[in-house]
């Protein structure tokens, strides 16, 4: 099993301010992806990597993926209330049927 | 609606009376997995399946059972269950296999076994 370390464990910022969130693994992967899941509901994929050293942007939201493919980020710029949930990474091989995820970071964001 | 589907959405039972959590979904998806999430440990893969009638273990097998006979339908099946397999299920499925391809998600079954 490749694991996956997020970090931190839990982040409570103020509307406006920006934050980061990180993915770490000793493992390389083909690929990773970020999901958002809130309350009471399944995980919802945001964005996958597959480049080392990919940098994709979703409106407030960019992702990287390390040069090694060992490790991505998931930065939010002026961070809204409604980015409030757990975020999830997720990794995996080119021809593994299983994927690890990581533990994930519960983001509060207060208005 | 494209979809994930799962009953029940809550469940409690005592130990060792068999249960079944059933996953459906519309997408013609080939690939399924069922998934437990305990607080701070994230999602574990129990079981997954490439096509029907072919299944494999995942991360944490134990106390699990699956079957595939539709493409469609992926369900649990807890024969004895015990109370550390209290949790929060989900089924996920897609086209493809690994982190190249969208998991999607169902609405999760939390199970309490007392």
């Known amino acids: 099993t490749q694991l996956l370390e997020q970090s931190p464990q839990f982040l409570s910022i103020q509307e406006g301010e920006n934050l980061t969130v990180y993915c770490n693994s000793s493992?390389?992967?083909?690929?990773l992806q970020w999901y958002r899941q809130e309350p009471g509901e399944g995980p919802v994929l945001l964005v996958t990597?597959?480049?080392?050293?990919e940098v994709k942007k979703l409106k407030r939201l960019t992702f990287q993926f390390g040069d090694a493919r060992k490790d991505s980020s998931l930065h939010i710029t002026a961070a809204q209330p409604g980015d409030t949930g757990l975020y999830l990474c997720?990794?995996?091989?080119?021809?593994?049927?299983?994927?690890?995820f990581g533990a994930g970071t519960t983001v509060t964001v207060r208005a | 609606e494209a979809q994930v589907t799962q009953n029940p959405r809550y469940l409690i039972t005592v130990t060792g009376k068999k249960l079944t959590v059933t996953c459906s979904q519309n997408?013609?998806?080939?690939?399924m997995s069922w998934y437990r999430q305990d607080p701070g440990l994230g999602l574990r893969q129990i079981y997954y399946?490439?096509?029907?009638?072919?299944?494999d273990k995942g991360d944490v097998p134990e106390g699990y059972k699956v079957s595939r006979k539709e493409k469609r339908n992926f369900p649990l099946i807890l024969e004895s269950p015990s109370p550390n397999q209290t949790s929060l299920y989900f089924c996920?499925?897609?086209f493809g296999t690994g982190a190249r391809s969208e998991q999607f998600f169902g609405p999760g079954t939390r199970l309490t076994v007392l």
């Open positions: 997408m013609n998806h080939e690939y």
């Open positions: 399946s490439m096509n029907v009638e072919v299944t």
């Open positions: 990597v597959v480049t080392g050293g």
């Open positions: 996920a499925s897609s």
């Open positions: 997720a990794g995996g091989g080119n021809n593994d049927y299983k994927l690890s």
């Open positions: 493992s390389v992967f083909s690929s």
